[in-house]
């Protein structure tokens, strides 16, 4: 009976250790040599505790499309597909009434890259200019046929935009591409952007470059010119690139427009807001004290009740925290305020079933069982009432999870982990340490429980 505890216990201190280094990695290796460095969390922290950038964009009719909701929910999807090659962890992007998007980027401090990133709407086109060079930043005009010059392209004296009459006859579009990447051209070392045509578009743009040698191939990015390369000679497999004095952070923002596909509908910003850091920082100070708080009152008010069993139930409460955080990490999950709330509400779960198992515990030995009976019947008659409220609780969770948006999201995520490793630390840490202390001769403190009434 003594080796079973011992071998549980230090089961137990590996499984706590290896929480430590997943939530808070203070051992990083450099090769095979471990190096110590201060424990920090690690977890994703949301737009209200780190700051970040905040978009309401509003979808606007065109002569050709309106804003319809149905365009509204497509204009999200390639919102979202931009926002997920940003590696922005944890966005929010919900619909504001018919023709209004949410969007919250925690970490992009930015706004106006945001809205570069976001609000464009991409839609690339290559355009047979014939034999008509086009400088860079040149318009095509709503109908489709007039080009407005920048000033100063035809001398120094020409300060004012110039007109020009020339039909937009499109080759391909962004649509036909596959892929598209920021590189580095090999002969000049300038950022670059080089794609790929799929299927047809590949086939049309090769048949192009070859019947027409000589002539200019214009690129055209929502209507304005971003180069227009002399076609030298055929290009196959569908493969190009985009030069335009990019810098590096262009040429990657404009692949990621690239491979997102372009917005059905022009999204307009209507509100654009960037949450500082130190309002973050406040936050997370003030929910940390509140953390502290909670915890406290629920271990003095355990140990103060319970005893030694309450002091043990405090030890797995630690356990619970420490492995809590652990899974967050690991699954990558936000920390948002209302996720804080979730935690905390969890630590209040995580004691329930130590309560109720105490209480049988209590019920048996006033009932003249031994201690080792009284600690094995008390576990069993609790299980079916902790499994029943840990049940209700995750389930409400879920669909809180699947349901809800945002923030709300986060707190599903908290609260549904921590109750599930609730369950875990007090039928299993609990359990262990009891009989651990039993083990040891402690067995008369624990008895004392039974003795203990509510003042």
């Not at 690139?241 to 917005?263: H, M």
């Amino acid at each position: 009976m003594g080796s079973r505890p011992g071998l549980r216990l230090l089961l137990i201190l590996i499984v706590t250790l290896a929480a430590i280094q997943v939530a808070f990695r203070p051992v990083v290796f450099v090769g095979y040599v471990p190096t110590f460095r201060k424990p920090a969390l690690h977890l994703n922290l949301g737009l209200d505790l780190q700051g970040g950038s905040m978009l309401v964009l509003e979808g606007r009719d065109t002569p050709t499309t309106k804003a319809t909701p149905e365009a509204v929910d497509a204009a999200m999807s390639v919102i979202e597909r931009r926002i997920d090659q940003l590696g922005v962890v944890e966005p929010t992007i919900q619909r504001q009434g018919t023709n209004r998007i949410l969007v919250e980027l925690p970490g992009i401090a930015d706004p106006d890259r945001a809205i570069r990133l976001i609000g464009k709407t991409a839609l690339l086109e290559f355009v047979d200019t014939g034999l008509q060079s086009l400088p860079d930043a040149a318009t095509w005009g709503p109908d489709g046929r007039t080009v407005t010059l920048p000033a100063g392209v035809s001398g120094p004296s020409q300060t004012a935009p110039r007109r020009i009459q020339l039909p937009k006859r499109v080759i391909v579009t962004g649509a036909d591409l596959q892929d598209a990447r920021a590189t580095f051209d090999q002969t000049t070392a300038q950022p670059i952007v080089s794609f790929q045509f799929r299927g047809d578009g590949a086939r049309k743009f090769e048949e192009h470059t070859g019947a027409n040698i000589g002539k200019y191939l214009t690129i055209v990015l929502d209507n304005e010119v971003i180069s227009s390369p002399v076609i030298q000679a055929r290009i196959t497999g569908g493969q190009g690139q985009i030069s335009g004095q990019f810098t590096l952070e262009e040429a990657r923002d404009l692949a990621v427009l690239l491979r997102g596909g372009s917005l059905p509908i022009p999204m307009q910003v209507m509100e654009n807001r960037t949450v500082g850091p130190q309002l973050g920082r406040d936050s997370i100070d003030a929910s940390l004290r509140a953390s502290w708080v909670a915890f406290v009152a629920v271990a003095l008010f355990m140990m103060l009740f319970y005893g030694l069993p309450g002091l043990l139930a405090d030890l797995a409460l630690s356990l619970y925290m420490v492995l809590t955080l652990a899974a967050l990490t690991a699954l990558g999950a936000t920390l948002t305020l209302p996720g804080i709330t979730g935690l905390l509400l969890s630590v209040g779960l995580a004691v329930d079933a130590n309560v109720i198992i105490f209480e049988k515990m209590k019920e048996e030995l006033r009932m003249g069982k031994g201690l080792r009976a009284a600690i094995g019947s008390g576990w069993f008659r609790a299980m079916s009432a902790i499994v029943d409220s840990n049940v209700t609780a995750v389930i409400a969770a879920v669909i809180l999870f699947f349901m809800a948006s945002g923030p709300i999201r986060g707190f599903a995520v908290t609260l549904s982990v921590g109750v599930m490793i609730s369950m875990f630390t007090a039928v299993t840490v609990t359990r262990a340490l009891v009989d651990g202390a039993a083990a040891i001769g402690l067995g008369p403190r624990l008895e004392r429980v039974a003795r203990r009434v509510p003042a």
